[in-house]
């Protein structure tokens, strides 16, 4: 019995079960989504920010399309973390592969225009310095991200959660 219990345990829950780590395990089981979830936003974020700023300064791109290649590559990044380990998206058949997919493309696609609007309106229109607004944009994007992933792509079911 206790060795499928310890299969059902991903790398995150093995890490705080080690000896110090284990005292913080109570809080980690409690908030474990919204945890991981801003781990790999995290991630995601300097990820995002890295990006912006190497296309911004180094490539010289224009901030709209800096923004929308940085999102294609931090959108791959995203599903994939999102999936395996903030949500437990795990799915029986490719159909629904695809269609959780594809909503989460949507969802993030909805973003990247929030974002490339905020970005264009004050970087290009009205000459705000670029990286003070991809902050703001992010954390921005970063909350719709969360409520749209959560209520709509991730979700769970009413069969699914029992």
């Given amino acids: 019995m206790m060795v499928i219990e310890e299969e059902k345990k991903d790398i995150f829950d093995r890490i705080m079960s080690l000896p110090v ?3 913080f395990e109570p809080f ?3 908030h474990k989504e919204g945890l991981l979830y801003l781990f790999f936003g995290g991630l ?3 990820l995002s920010i890295f990006l912006f700023w190497f296309m911004d300064s180094v490539m010289l791109l224009n901030a709209v399309v800096n ?6 590559i931090c959108v791959a990044f995203q599903f994939f973390t999102n ?3 903030v949500f437990d998206g795990k ?3 490719t159909r629904d592969f695809l269609k959780q997919a594809g909503s989460f493309t949507l969802g993030r696609l909805f973003t990247l225009v929030v974002e490339d609007l905020i970005i264009l309106i004050f970087v290009t ?5 670029s990286m003070p607004v991809k902050l703001a944009a992010t954390f921005i994007v970063i909350v719709l991200n969360y409520v749209i992933s959560k ?6 079911t009413e069969e699914s959660a029992q």
């Fill in 125 to 129: 229109i009205l000459a705000f310095p």
């Fill in 28 to 30: 980690y089981t409690k």
């Fill in 67 to 72: 923004n929308t290649i940085d999102w294609i």
């Fill in 151 to 156: 209520l709509f792509v991730f979700k769970k």
């Fill in 21 to 23: 780590l284990n005292i």
């Fill in 83 to 85: 999936r395996t380990w």
């Fill in 44 to 46: 995601a974020f300097f």
């Fill in 91 to 93: 799915v029986d058949n």
